[in-house]
T-cell receptor, first 110, second 113 residues
Framework: NAGVTQTPKFQVLKTGQSMTLQCAQD?????MYWYRQDPGMGLRLIYY???????DKGEVPNGYNVSRLNKREFSLRLESAAPSQTSVYFC?????????FGNGTRLTVT | GQQLNQSPQSMFIQEGEDVSMNCTSS?????WLWYKQDPGEGPVLLIA?????ELTSNGRLTAQFGITRKDSFLNISASIPSDVGIYFC?????????????FGTGTRLTIIP
């Protein structure tokens, strides 16, 4: 049972480039989330999807878009990357329970 | 948004020592969660607390939901090398709706040889 799988594990982008972070879960969870983790700031919610077909903004949504492709998959897109988006990104899923996290994508924007 | 103050920010201890860390909030929470993050991995749930005053253990770990509902504590007894990592508290103001989960800034635990 893989749980929550994120790809890629590492990525380096130049300012202005775009990319999509992929996330898939095999636990049949309804809700999925994207967080970013920065030193000294804990985990901050970017976007979430309470169920297939719905997405909502979290605490820090600016500069990001998301797509809930189906129940399993929830992608995060950076249309024009900025150095401030250098961070570790975590996807998580849940169904009326504490979150289950993936292993993260470490993104560096130069 | 809501603020969670987690302390200490870092701890340097010797193997076998006991560890204590805590989180305090400016608002009331109905759920407190404690997660551990190993290097290069995502956070993993250690203990969940759902009732004020609740004391819950998971092996050498014990966590308490403060009676005021504005704080929580995590204790680790007789630390071992695999306890190294970052510990996060998280609070939720309602039973469901994880989108409202607020995370503390973490306590980094290091064991000195």
């Amino acid at each position: 049972n893989a749980g929550v799988t994120q790809t890629p594990k590492f990525q380096v982008l130049k300012t202005g480039q775009s990319m999509t972070l992929q996330c898939a879960q095999d636990m049949n969870h309804n809700s999925m989330y994207w967080y970013r983790q920065d030193p000294g700031m804990g985990l901050r919610l970017i976007y979430y999807s309470a169920s297939e077909g719905t997405t909502d903004k979290g605490e820090v949504p600016n500069g990001y878009n998301v797509s809930r492709l189906n129940k399993r998959e929830f992608s995060l897109r950076l249309e024009s990357a900025a150095p401030s988006q250098t961070s570790v990104y975590f996807c998580a899923s849940s169904v009326k329970s504490p979150l289950h996290f993936g292993n993260g994508t470490r993104l560096t924007v130069t | 948004g809501q603020q969670l103050n987690q302390s200490p920010q870092s701890m340097f201890i010797q193997e076998g020592e006991d560890v204590s860390m805590n989180c305090t909030s400016s608002s009331i929470f109905n759920t407190w969660l404690w997660y551990k993050q190993d290097p290069g991995e995502g956070p993993v749930l250690l203990i969940a607390l759902y009732k004020a005053g609740e004391l819950t253990s998971n092996g050498r770990l014990t966590a308490q939901f403060g009676i005021t509902r504005k704080d929580s504590f995590l204790n680790i007894s007789a630390s071992i090398p695999s306890d190294v990592g970052i510990y996060f508290c998280a609070g939720l103001g309602s039973p469901f709706g994880n989108e409202k989960l607020t995370f503390g800034t973490g306590t980094r635990l290091t064991i000195i040889p």
